[in-house]
């Protein structure tokens, strides 16, 4: 059963990093079938895809195209875990952020989360 | 906002059948697929239906999916109070996964 654990700071200052990390359990960032997503979710603008990465045979990160020039996503094999970076953050990028699993098998779908992060942009 | 409109919400006696409908366009449900998530209250989403009609294990046939032209629809037969939560599609449109507004089912 694949697990995954989120980790990182729940309150970051306005203009600062935002840095999340997810924690894989019963996969491999690695799997070459497998897409590792950001999504988050706030009252006023929903739910949102924030970016994936995967690998087929080298490395392939995509990102939303409304936060494409301040976010990176970044896989780690030694740790078997996948970070957020969200630049230059404002109140509007206070939200839940979650983690989850683009299945391995099929057509883009995603079939396990992690427990979600509330993250506050403030003063 | 989301370019897939859904209704904010709807209602309907235990036992009872109801239809969540997905609105997109061309450049999303019409030439992908769709998926469903359930996200009961203080939850992650749980995925509920992928590739448009296709049930994860341990999801009830009483979810069912299905899709024509540029709309999406999600089925839910035999409403139970468990059900009572909020439901998104969601599916790609162009190079961004986009989500559905949501809807909120309620058991009367």
């Known amino acids: 059963q694949v697990q995954l654990q989120q980790s990182g700071p729940q309150l970051v200052q306005p203009s600062q990093i935002l840095s999340l990390t997810c924690a894989i359990s019963g996969d491999s960032v690695s799997n070459n079938g497998a897409a590792w997503n950001w999504i988050r979710q706030s009252p006023s603008r929903g739910l949102e895809w924030l970016g994936r990465a995967y690998y087929r045979s080298e490395w392939h990160i995509d990102y939303a195209s409304f936060v494409k020039s301040r976010i990176s996503i970044i896989p780690d094999t030694s740790k078997n875990q996948f970070s957020l970076q969200l630049n230059s953050v404002t109140p509007e990028d206070t939200a839940v952020y979650y983690c989850a699993r683009d299945a391995p098998v099929g057509d883009d779908y995603l079939d396990f989360w992690a427990q979600g992060t509330l993250v506050t942009v403030s003063s | ?108």
């Open chain 2, 1 to 108: 906002q989301s370019v897939l409109t859904q209704p904010p919400s709807v209602s309907a006696a235990p036992g009872q059948k109801v239809t969540v409908s997905c609105s997109g366009s061309s450049s999303n449900i019409q030439h992908n697929y769709v998926c469903w998530y359930q996200q009961l209250p203080g939850t992650a989403p749980r995925l509920l239906i992928y590739e448009t009609n296709k049930r994860p294990s341990g999801i009830p046939d009483r979810f069912s999916g299905s899709k024509s032209g540029t709309s999406a629809t999600l089925g839910i037969t035999g409403l139970q109070t468990g059900d009572e939560a909020d439901y998104y599609c969601g599916t790609w449109d162009g190079a961004d996964y986009v989500f559905g507004t949501g809807t909120k089912v309620t058991v009367l």
